[in-house]
């Protein structure tokens, strides 16, 4: 359904570079299959991290920045405008095109039971998977749960959105409301407030010395590190005492806070920090029929809550065996609640992200520990473009548009597998979080396809409406495999050596540094979000004696119809050139033929892609309904709420279809 970039010599250095791990026959050894993580932010924008430019931002995304710094800065990865699509993308493999562009509910069906998952291409490949986060990818049936596609462990929640201290969680299959509720109990569970690492007090340890981690960033080694003296080169008593998670030296081997963290300069440049502290307790003791709701974990922080999990998987995990860990923060999604330490640097909004940073670094921290970071590859993205207190600078538009800022995410890669002369660098391949599926599926030694067992029936224009999947088929894989264009310094500036063109969303495509838009998306409002913001974000700027035909919003109807407005034109934009999208090349009496000519080859390729749409009978309250019913199981959405109501006192939903001990209504 897309047009293959052109080969280039990038697959041959890629496989050259893979040559050690990869035999003959294409397989690939257990231990040399590297640990994979993808770290999903929630809202975040385009310039609320220093590797973006902010450097009003360096305190609230230190250890980010630093990772970011040591690997290779992605300067045109996209997602798709708004949070569930994204999520299902990098789920399944396809572009929203092929599940929906709207949002998932609790229990609605919007991954199709026959997509294989890559956490289920990871498994079989032998790596051991976990989910420690925000879903939101619908889970009507029990077999759309993370812990039936291949994850051995999932903690987080199954909805859009809730309060960052909220006791509507789930573990594996179950939901948990309580501390007693725990199958697997996450550390520092002893009733007592959950907290986020810190360079604590008790009891106190021998120090132990600094060791670097990343460029301009040291790490403390062990757990419970104390130092007796501030001058200490192990940690900082200080920090310790105000609760701060990261800490520095400065020259003259004292410490002191600033900005909500113990931070200072060293005579050979900047050295930070995270000290991890786990409390080890006893297990959970039997728990009542309908446990109270809130506990010291059920209720902690989420970011605290996901993060500390994550630490903890890397800590106990096999270097033997490959990881992948998944870990979509909440942060910095709406409501805006601060951390438990409080507010400090930033606002509310700024130490959102900072209690994020914090688990960013003890993450990686961890893999370097457990000496498993050499052969690690991090991938950090935002889910969409910021919205509220996000700011998208110097990019248009925000969450929920289709201009840049809506779609175009702050997103790098690093680790111990990225190699040394591409560290420290930027690339400007047009990639799509879509990518990372066939991308982790090349690194572990799989096959990236998974295709249908009959082939889609050809598109034919005359007639839109056609279903071309029938019962027996459905899409494709979309994303490509991109490294060995990304391991190709060659290619970092071809925006299109993975993609030819690309298809973000019902109303734009992307061929290079061409994007034609069509319309700003049905369902919601665009009035306020069409501009710029300020580099200080505080207010949008918008254009001033302009207009533009694809500021207005598209008609409704979802994936049946052809996008566009009857009688409205596109827009057509060079990204290289004006990637503020201010200049409609498209617009005016005089277009060059040229433009016009692009702007009909675009507009064919949008149209047809969106011919083979597959979520044609979307409904808000069941999502696609795609999955054939035998793989669904038997459905009854009265005794599913009863049965969860019973198991766990939980009111707030879940899957309705093969639920245990529920037939069909």
Same mark, same amino acid.
């Given at each position: 359904?897309?047009?293959?970039?052109?080969?280039?010599?990038?697959?041959?250095?890629?496989?050259?570079?893979?040559?050690?791990?990869?035999?003959?026959?294409?397989?690939?050894?257990?231990?040399?299959?590297?640990?994979?993580?993808?770290?999903?932010?929630?809202?975040?924008?385009?310039?609320?991290?220093?590797?973006?430019?902010?450097?009003?931002?360096?305190?609230?995304?230190?250890?980010?920045?630093?990772?970011?710094?040591?690997?290779?800065?992605?300067?045109?990865?996209?997602?798709?405008?708004?949070?569930?699509?994204?999520?299902?993308?990098?789920?399944?493999?396809?572009?929203?095109?092929?599940?929906?562009?709207?949002?998932?509910?609790?229990?609605?069906?919007?991954?199709?039971?026959?997509?294989?998952?890559?956490?289920?291409?990871?498994?079989?490949?032998?790596?051991?998977?976990?989910?420690?986060?925000?879903?939101?990818?619908?889970?009507?049936?029990?077999?759309?749960?993370?812990?039936?596609?291949?994850?051995?462990?999932?903690?987080?929640?199954?909805?859009?959105?809730?309060?960052?201290?909220?006791?509507?969680?789930?573990?594996?299959?179950?939901?948990?409301?309580?501390?007693?509720?725990?199958?697997?109990?996450?550390?520092?569970?002893?009733?007592?407030?959950?907290?986020?690492?810190?360079?604590?007090?008790?009891?106190?340890?021998?120090?132990?010395?600094?060791?670097?981690?990343?460029?301009?960033?040291?790490?403390?080694?062990?757990?419970?590190?104390?130092?007796?003296? !501030?001058?200490?080169?192990?940690?900082?008593?200080?920090?310790?005492?105000?609760?701060?998670?990261?800490?520095?030296?400065?020259?003259?081997?004292?410490?002191?806070?600033?900005?909500?963290?113990?931070?200072?300069?060293?005579?050979?440049?900047?050295?930070?920090?995270?000290?991890?502290?786990?409390?080890?307790?006893?297990?959970?003791?039997?728990?009542?029929?309908?446990?109270?709701?809130?506990?010291?974990?059920?209720?902690?922080?989420?970011?605290?809550?996901?993060?500390?999990?994550?630490?903890?998987?890397?800590?106990?995990?096999?270097?033997?065996?490959?990881?992948?860990?998944?870990?979509?923060?909440?942060?910095?999604?709406?409501?805006?609640?601060?951390?438990?330490?409080?507010?400090?640097?930033?606002?509310?909004?700024?130490?959102?992200?900072?209690?994020?940073?914090? %688990?960013?670094?003890?993450?990686?921290?961890?893999?370097?520990?457990?000496?498993?970071?050499?052969?690690?590859?991090?991938?950090?993205?935002?889910?969409?473009?910021?919205?509220?207190?996000?700011?998208?600078?110097?990019?248009?538009?925000?969450?929920?548009?289709?201009?840049?800022?809506?779609?175009?995410?702050?997103?790098?890669?690093?680790?111990?597998?990225?190699?040394?002369?591409?560290?420290?660098?930027?690339?400007?391949?047009?990639?799509?979080?879509?990518?990372?599926?066939?991308?982790?599926?090349?690194?572990?030694?799989?096959?990236?396809?998974?295709?249908?067992?009959?082939?889609?029936?050809?598109?034919?224009?005359?007639?839109?409406?056609?279903?071309?999947?029938?019962?027996?088929? %459905?899409?494709?894989?979309?994303?490509?495999?991109?490294?060995?264009?990304?391991?190709?310094?060659?290619?970092?500036?071809?925006?299109?050596?993975?993609?030819?063109?690309?298809?973000?969303?019902?109303?734009?495509?992307?061929?290079?540094?061409?994007?034609?838009?069509?319309?700003?998306?049905?369902?919601?409002?665009?009035?306020?979000?069409?501009?710029?913001?300020?580099?200080?974000?505080?207010?949008?700027?918008?254009?001033?004696?302009?207009?533009?035909?694809?500021?207005?919003?598209?008609?409704?109807?979802?994936?049946?119809?052809?996008?566009?407005?009857?009688?409205? !034109?596109?827009?057509?934009?060079?990204?290289?050139?004006?990637? !503020?999208?201010?200049?409609?090349?498209?617009?005016?009496?005089?277009?060059?033929?040229?433009?016009?000519?692009?702007?009909?080859?675009?507009?064919?390729?949008?149209?047809?892609?969106?011919?083979?749409?597959?979520? !044609?009978?979307?409904?808000?309250?069941?999502?696609?309904?795609?999955?054939?019913?035998?793989?669904?199981?038997?459905?009854?959405?009265?005794?599913?709420?009863?049965?969860?109501?019973?198991?766990?006192?939980?009111?707030?939903?879940?899957?309705?279809?093969?639920?245990?001990?529920?037939?069909?209504?």
């Amino acid at each position: 359904l897309e047009i293959m970039a052109t080969p280039h010599r990038g697959a041959l250095i890629a496989l050259m570079m893979a040559a050690a791990r990869v035999g003959a026959d294409g397989s690939v050894g257990a231990s040399s299959r590297p640990h994979l993580v993808l770290i999903l932010q929630d809202d975040l924008g385009h310039y609320d991290v220093a590797f973006n430019g902010n450097t009003n931002a360096t305190a609230e995304s230190t250890n980010i920045t630093a990772l970011a710094q040591d690997g290779i800065i992605l300067k045109r990865h996209y997602t798709h405008w708004h949070c569930s699509p994204t999520r299902r993308s990098f789920i399944s493999g396809r572009l929203p095109i092929h599940h929906h562009e709207q949002l998932s509910g609790v229990a609605t069906d919007d991954i199709d039971l026959r997509y294989t998952w890559i956490s289920k291409k990871l498994a079989d490949a032998g790596y051991d998977c976990h989910w420690y986060g925000k879903g939101h990818t619908g889970y009507m049936s029990m077999k759309h749960l993370p812990t039936s596609n291949g994850f051995s462990r999932f903690m987080g929640f199954l909805s859009g959105s809730q309060s960052y201290t909220s006791d509507d969680r789930w573990e594996d299959d179950h939901p948990v409301h309580n501390d007693t509720e725990f199958v697997h109990q996450p550390p520092n569970c002893l009733g007592e407030k959950f907290s986020r690492p810190h360079a604590v007090t008790q009891p106190p340890v021998t120090p132990c010395s600094q060791q670097p981690l990343l460029k301009n960033t040291a790490f403390a080694c062990g757990e419970g590190v104390e130092a007796t003296e !501030r001058t200490s080169s192990a940690c900082c008593v200080h920090c310790a005492s105000i609760n701060c998670s990261h800490w520095t030296w400065a020259p003259n081997g004292t410490c002191s806070a600033y900005m909500g963290r113990c931070s200072q300069m060293t005579a050979s440049g900047s050295v930070s920090g995270v000290a991890y502290h786990p409390k080890p307790g006893p297990g959970p003791g039997p728990p009542p029929p309908h446990p109270p709701h809130g506990g010291s974990c059920a209720t902690s922080y989420s970011t605290d809550l996901y993060g500390k999990l994550a630490v903890e998987a890397v800590k106990q995990h096999d270097p033997s065996t490959p990881l992948f860990l998944y870990l979509p923060f909440q942060a910095v999604h709406s409501p805006y609640q601060a951390p438990p330490s409080g507010a400090g640097h930033g606002g509310v909004y700024g130490s959102m992200l900072w209690d994020a940073d914090v %688990y960013v670094g003890a993450v990686v921290a961890a893999t370097k520990a457990n000496g498993m970071y050499a052969n690690t590859l991090f991938v950090y993205t935002s889910d969409n473009g910021g919205t509220g207190d996000g700011n998208n600078y110097p990019l248009r538009g925000e969450k929920h548009t289709n201009w840049e800022g809506g779609m175009r995410t702050a997103a790098f890669i690093s680790g111990g597998l990225i190699p040394p002369a591409l560290r420290g660098t930027s690339n400007s391949i047009v990639l799509h979080i879509v990518d990372w599926y066939a991308t982790f599926s090349f690194l572990a030694g799989v096959s990236g396809a998974d295709d249908p067992p009959v082939a889609p029936a050809p598109v034919d224009p005359s007639d839109p409406g056609r279903d071309i999947y029938g019962k027996d088929s %459905y899409p494709s894989v979309d994303g490509r495999n991109a490294w060995p264009a990304l391991m190709d310094s060659t290619q970092s500036k071809n925006a299109t050596a993975v993609h030819a063109f690309l298809v973000l969303s019902k109303e734009v495509i992307i061929a290079g540094d061409s994007k034609l838009l069509v319309a700003q998306n049905a369902g919601w409002a665009h009035t306020a979000d069409n501009g710029w913001k300020t580099i200080s974000g505080s207010a949008f700027a918008n254009a001033s004696g302009q207009s533009y035909s694809c500021d207005q919003t598209d008609l409704p109807g979802d994936l049946n119809t052809l996008p566009g407005i009857p009688g409205s !034109r596109p827009c057509l934009f060079a990204l290289d050139v004006d990637p !503020r999208e201010m200049t409609d090349l498209a617009a005016g009496a005089n277009v060059d033929p040229s433009v016009l000519a692009t702007v009909t080859e675009l507009w064919a390729k949008l149209n047809h892609t969106v011919l083979t749409a597959f979520c !044609r009978n979307f409904t808000t309250k069941q999502g696609c309904m795609t999955s054939p019913a035998a793989l669904l199981g038997p459905c009854n959405p009265a005794c599913a709420a009863d049965h969860w109501r019973t198991t766990s006192g939980s009111d707030d939903g879940g899957p309705i279809c093969g639920v245990p001990g529920c037939s069909a209504a």
